[in-house]
Every structure is written in structure tokens, then in C-alpha cells.
């Protein structure tokens, strides 16, 4: 991962995927409320939509895995190096380690949505923990490095540790909000992916950032602001998106209750969300 | 910031708006409680209530965030100075990125109580949003600093967290006590910034305290104990009176089912607060 | 408090209130499952319980502060010596803090058993307020003392914590367990204030413990456990004794209910508890 | 404990406890949800497993105390040696104040299922509390010793307080998929202790792994994410089989009404776990 495209592909793949959650989330939220009960806010859908994630999650957390063994100058699957008598790549096999738990959430996602015998909501539980494992890694990371190095990486294991508790939260208590909240925190992470490829390998070639200058320190922390803003901002633009997209679209393809509700109903569905 | 005035003016605003929102939490509360049905304790007006308060909040985030860019001196929206080859102001542009959390939640709170697709509890997760932003922002804010100097930020630093806390469980768990803690809170905060101009920039133009005696330190978290003591206190006299406002002097105005409720029945109402 | 009566005196206070406050919630909790009726079990008792123990806590508030202020060679409720330029007996001045708070929840569980108006909850916010207020002075306490010294003082600061949590949790979710381990906390916070007090004042005239053996310290945490071991029994004992006293000497005194519930209620209602 | 073997066996004992826990909780959650009504499945049974499980752990924490005691070379119950004027063994003693708190936790357990007049959950409760004092001795258990030792010691200190944590919110709110991680994380402290073992005195007679090395300490980083994986990855097989137990053979031994349910209310009764 010590390049810029090392951290330019996770985190568009974080940028991805919480952009494709919101929009999942908010419009299964939307379908709700509005009551649509055609084709395309069903829950059968939905459930299929869950399982074909699980299905991509697990093969990009396969494709990552392999990548990271069989790279020229990977580790080959080699743990120990008998040689020279010392271990043999440990950045790579703690990358492993994280995609594997990607995996397993995965294959958990799959399970629940096609097994009746499992709860739905062990799905979230296992995304949590793989963000805590996640988290965990990252903490084990940063051994020696300098001064900024080490704290762009500590607001990436900021992110990754809110992240897992508002899935956790979400886990014991479902939320739509908490449930949002998610994804925009997965688009920081993301974002803050692609902001360390360019402070630390800079893609125009030109020097890293000075790494002890404190300056540079601050204005890291406010751009970690900017970053939380702009993906605030995304997702409330797509909550926008989506719900004139059921409200008005699908007005017209899908059988609604909705102006069969009086006011007062809403209001209080309105209240019952919490 | 640095500078007497530069305490006072958030100071005055986060007490300002404790006091507001301390009156508002009472009397939408004892509304609610002695059942007044007239316009004064309607819905309505408190809907209207929150829009006018959130463009007030947006016009102060505003107004905040051009005046730390246009004073004279401050940055005028350049962030990095090429011919020196280095940041300009950092300080400033973390206060506007403070204010701009602040006016997010303004506008959420416009939002929510305009547009009946969004649920209204957003404002409160927003709310507690911009604390914690704020407190993100404060514990990058006293590199290398006094003792004495870094103490009192730190004791502010815990002010805003405990409020970002507590605004976070009443969004979890609406709740009348959490949600007047929270004021609470902020009026400790403003009065907080009050303490920090005086220690740090005497107004009468004495020299500042000590900065690396023991002695003021202890004393500071002394001093800290009685402004929270005094904050509580106040908001205990605000719900005195509000309390006895909307039951004797509303009485006359207003249409009350009070008299016709059992004694037992408003023990019960009492305990299912909780 | 450097003495050991001192520390011996908040001690027997703390012991005396916990092992009657866990005879209380154990009385009320039996008299409420064996629903009892008669006076001794009735709710307005419990009220005037609550009231009485209001004033004297309010009252034992009042004269901490007055002894700690006017006590030979107290602050006399002078702050500032400006005559030698310094701060005046500091920490007279914390413990008086102290005591404020706990005064305040003195004042506030009167007045939310005698006005209807106030959310009875409110009493276990401000009780757990205090322990909040008593473990940020405690924080602050012990610069520059010995390491043993520092390191029992820092248990102590673990229960207060774990007391202050523990009143919170039970003030948002209210359980009878939670609610007898808080006063097991208390009693192992008075048994361990004696505990301070043998080990950095002997009462017997020796030295103090050697502040600088690591051996100390271990015991010193392995007699930590003891303290709350003990308390458990004690608080499980008072629970065997009081559900006891309710099922078999009432029994003549009151009119109960008890026999006439089947079996089955009995167990549903056992796991309604949670 | 400083030997293999010391390791070895809490480490089997965990690992035995997280299987039988796990298989237990599953098989009870799989009869509930498939309403097999016959013996295997009723709740008298289970009761009379509780309080045999109590009875073992009270059975074990006896004999390990007696063990520590005992043993050649052990304290012997003497506290304080008084001829060298020093503390006596205090690692035995640690070892000791955790089996104490364990064997409350059996009694309790024995408690709570004999006794109607104690709420069920108090066990769930003594179990955290056993789990959070083992991570307070813990947490003083390790001073001055080498890099590595500390490290992976912290690492069970991890483990030992998520299972604390939660345990205590399974206490707070019972969730069948809580219930099952719980298993998994005693699962992984059992393989922990197995893995101190081989990495502080490899029962092969080699020498201990190099302390100041950091290789090793991200080596065992990744390990820990190993046995997690590996824990969840047992657990899930058990859930898998009990499952397919409880569905296939049980069908013929006991009535169920499993056939009468229809998939709807299947699937409602699915959600309504959270």
C-alpha cells in the first residue's frame, strides 16, 4: 500500500460503496413511507439486492487477497522465512487479515438474506466488526513513522472506529439516521484514502509534505473537516435525489397509498421513526 | 480568538442561546404536561419557532464565518500563501469551519421542520454533530502552548464533549431531563469562554495569571465546579418559572383539561416521562 | 483530609448510606413483587422516606461545609490571601465543592417527592451528578504526591466512575439489579476511603506504607478486590435478609396478594424485571 | 502461571466453557424458534443445566483456589511474611481473587435458578462483573516486564474487557446474537492463552521468542485477528449444526409446531429477535 495507488483503489472502493448504501438505504426508507408496494420497492428485491452484494463484497475481498499474496515481491503465502530466519512481509498479511474480514461479512450477508435461520440484523453486527478489525490493524500500523504520517493515519482510525460504533448502535437499535450516518462516515474514509495518497506520495511526482512542520498538522485537521462536510453533503444531496425520485417517478409506474394518508397518519409515522 | 473580546463573543452567544433554549425545552414540556391546547403551547408555533431559529443560527454562521475571513488581517479566502510558501492563518479557518457545522445545523433545523420527508430528529443528530466537530477542532487548537493555558481549553474541550454526549443519548432516547442538561451545558460553556478571556486576557489590562502555577490550575478546576453549579441553579429558576407561568398565568388564557385529570393519572403521566 | 479521621469520617458516611439505600430499594422492590399493601410497603411512606433523606443529606451537606470552612486553620471563607499573593487552603475550598453537589442532590430528590411538577427521575440524574462533580475533583487531587499514594486515590477515582455510570445507566433504563449495585459501589467506596486512610495515616502511630514498593501496589489492588467482594456479600446478605423479613414477618402484619398468584405470573413477572 | 502449563489450562478451560456456552445458547434459541415443545427443549431442563453449569464453576473456582494455595512452593494462606518483613507470593493471591470472583458468578447462577425471590439476569451480570475484575488484575499484573510479554498480555486485557462489555449489554437488553458473541470472545481468550504459552515458553524446550523484536509484535497482532477469525468461524459451525439438529433429528423424538406456522409469521417472528 506505500503509493499512491495503494490508497487511491481502497478508497475508491469506500467512495463506491457508500455511495451505492445511501442510495440503497434511502431508498428502501422512502419505499416505506410512501408505501409503494410495486415490483421495485419490494422486499423481495431488496433481499436479492443483498445477497448480490454479499456476492461482490466477497470476490473483491478474494481478488484483494490473492493480489496481495501474488504480487511481484509478495509474500507467495509464505508466513516465515526459514532463510533468513524472519518473518516475511507482515504489511501485506495484516492487509489480507482485513480483507478477509471484509469476506466474512460477506458471506454472512449472503447467509441471512437466503437462510431463515439466521437473524437479519447479524449482518450489520459482522460490517461493525469488520470495521473494528479493521480499526485494530490500523492502530498496529504506524510503527516509527513521522509526525504527519502518523496522524493522517490516526484520523483514518478515527473514521473507522465511529464507523464501526454507529453500525454497532444501529445493530442494537435500527435507525434510518444512524443507518445514513454510516455510509457519509464509509465516503469520508474514503475520501481520506485518496487525501493520504496525495500528502504522502504526491501523484504529481513533486516531494511528499513536510512531515514535521506543524502547519501542515493543522491544516490536515480542518481538511479532515472539509472531507466530513463534503460527504455530509453528498448524502444529504442524495437523499434529495432519491425521495423526489419514489415521490415523484414512480408515481406513475407503482401503485401508492400515499394520498390516501391524511396528514395527521404521516405526522405521526414521522414520529414513530425513532 | 486571542483576545478578550475574541471569548466574550462566543461567550455571550452560547449563553444567549442556553437561556432560549432552556425556556423553549420548559414550556413546550409543561405544555404538554398541563395539556394547554391554545396557540401559545400549539405545535404550530413551535414549528415556527424552530425555522426562525434555525435561519437565526444560519445568519450567525454566516455572518461569523465572513467576518473571520474579512477583518482586517484575517485570511480573505486565500489558504495558502504561495510567495512565502506557506498556510495562511490556520486559526481562522479552523473558526470558520466551527461556524460552518453550526450553520449546517441551522439548516437541517430548516429542513426538518419545513419538509415533512425528513424525520425530525435529524436536527438534534446535527446538533450534537457540531460539537463534537468543535471539540475535533478544539484538541487540535493548543499546540504548544502555557499549562495553564492548555488547562482551561482542556476543561472546555470537556464541556463540549459532555454536550455532544448528552445531545447524542436525548437523539437516541428523547428524554425532558438530557434535553435541559443539554442547556445546561452550553450556558457552563459561554460561561466558560467568559472565565478563559478573564485568566487569559484580564480586561482590565492587568497581566495575565500565572501560567505554571499549580496553585491557579487548582483553583481553575475549582471555578469550573461553581460556573456548572451556577448554570444548573439557573436553568432550576428558569423551570421554577416557566412552570408557574403556564400554570397560573396561562390559566386565564388559555383552555386547560388540568382540573379534569385524576390525581393518579398525573402520577402516572409523571413516571412514564422516564 | 490529610489524616486519618480524615479520610475515616466520608468513610463511615459513605458505609452508613449505601447499607441504607440497599435496604430501601430491596424493601421496595420485595414489598412491590409479594405486593403488599399495608402501610409499611405503601408509596406515600416511600415519599416521606425520600423527603427525610433529602433534608439529611441536605443537612449533612451544610455542616461538611461549615466544618471544612470554619474549622482552627480553615480558609474562613476567604479564597484570595492578598496579602501574601496567594490562593487560601485550595483544598478546603475542593471539599466544600464537593459537598455543594452532594447538597444539591439533597435538595433536588426533596423537591421531586414533594412538588408533582418535576420528573422523579430527576434524583438519580443529580445523584449521579455529584459522584460526576466528586470524581472530576478527585482527578485534580493528588499532584505531586507518592506513587502508592497517587495509585489508591486513582481506585477511588474507579469507583466513583463506576458509581456515577452505574446511577446514569439506571436513571435512563431503571433495573432493580443496577440499582443495588450502585449502593455495593458506595459501600466499597466508604471501605476503601478507611482503607486510604490505614495505609498513608496507620491510626495505630507507625509509618506510613513504603510509597515507593511495587509490592505495595499489588496488594494494594489485590485488597482493592477484597473491599468489593466484601461489599457484594454484604449487599446480597441485606437481600436475603430484608426479601426474608417481607415474605415471612409481614405476612401476619399486611393483607398480600401473594397466595393468590398462580405460578406462572409469578415467573412472567420475574422476567418482566429486565 | 509463569509456565505453559499455567497458561495451558485456564486456556483449555476457557476454550471447553465457550463451546459448551455456545452450543447451549443455540440449542435454546433453535427450540424457542422452532417451538419444540418435548424435554430436550423445556425450560425445567434448562434451568437444571444452569444450575449444574453452577455448580461446576463453583466446583472449579474451589479447586483452583486450593490449587494456587497449595501447591509446593505456595502461599499457604499466608499473607504477609512477617520473619522478612514482605508481602507473600501476591501473584498466587492475584491469581486466587480471580477465581473468587468466578465462583460468585456459580453461585449466583445456582442462585437465580433455584430461588424464584432473584431476578434471572443477575447471572449474566455477575458474569461481566467476574470478567472485569479478571481485567483489572490483569491490568496490574504485568509491570516491568519485556515488550513483547506486555504486549500480548494487553492483548487478552482487550478480550477480557469486550467480553465484560459485552456481557453487560446482553444484561441490558438480551439479544441472541450478543449471547453468541460472547462464546466467540471467551473462545478467542482460551486460544490467546494457549498462544502466551507457545509464544513466552514454547513447550518444545526452545527459546522464547525474541521480546524486542517488533516483527513479532505485529506478527502476534495478525495472530490475535487469527484466532478471532477462527472463533467466530467454530461458533458459526456450531450454530450451523445445532441448528440443523434441532430442524432434522428432533422432528421425530418431539411434537412441533413448526409446520403450522406460516412463512409470514416466521419471517415477522425473524425480525422481531432485534
Chains 1, 2, 3, 4 share one sequence.
Not at 481478488?63 to 499474496?69: A, C, D, L, N, P
Not at 484514502?193 to 502547519?215: C, K, N, R
Request: glycine content about 8%.
Amino acid at each position: 500500500m506505500g503509493s499512491f495507488r495503494g490508497h487511491a483503489l481502497p478508497g475508491s472502493f469506500f467512495c463506491f460503496i457508500s455511495l451505492w448504501w445511501s442510495m440503497k438505504y434511502i431508498l428502501k426508507y422512502a419505499c416505506k413511507k410512501y408505501k409503494r408496494t410495486c415490483y421495485l420497492g419490494s422486499k423481495a428485491l431488496f433481499h436479492r439486492v443483498e445477497v448480490l452484494e454479499g456476492i461482490i463484497i466477497v470476490g473483491m475481498a478474494l481478488s484483494g487477497m490473492t493480489w496481495e499474496q501474488f504480487v511481484p515481491g509478495g509474500p507467495h503465502l509464505t508466513l516465515y522465512d526459514y532463510e533468513e530466519g524472519q518473518w516475511n512481509q507482515l504489511l501485506e498479511w495484516q492487509h489480507c487479515t482485513m480483507y478477509f474480514f471484509f469476506g466474512l461479512f460477506g458471506v454472512t450477508n449472503i447467509l441471512c438474506y437466503t437462510s431463515c435461520s439466521l437473524p437479519v440484523s447479524l449482518a450489520k453486527l459482522m460490517m461493525s466488526n469488520a470495521f473494528f478489525v479493521e480499526a485494530f490493524v490500523f492502530y498496529n500500523h504506524t510503527h516509527g513513522r513521522d509526525m504527519l504520517d502518523v496522524y493522517v493515519h490516526q484520523l483514518l482510525l478515527l473514521v473507522i472506529i465511529v464507523t464501526g460504533l454507529i453500525t454497532f448502535i444501529d445493530f442494537m437499535r435500527s435507525n434510518i439516521i444512524l443507518e445514513l450516518l454510516q455510509p457519509s462516515f464509509i465516503l469520508l474514509q474514503g475520501t481520506w484514502f485518496w487525501q493520504i495518497g496525495f500528502v504522502l506520495y504526491p501523484p504529481s511526482g513533486g516531494p511528499a509534505w513536510e512531515p514535521t512542520d506543524h502547519d501542515n498538522i493543522m491544516f490536515v485537521s480542518i481538511c479532515f473537516c472539509w472531507h466530513y462536510m463534503f460527504s455530509l453533503i453528498i448524502v444529504g444531496l442524495i437523499y434529495v435525489f432519491v425521495t423526489w425520485l419514489v415521490k415523484s417517478k414512480l408515481k406513475r409506474a407503482c401503485p401508492s397509498e400515499v394520498g390516501l394518508l391524511k396528514n395527521a397518519e404521516r405526522e405521526q409515522e414521522l414520529e414513530e421513526e425513532m
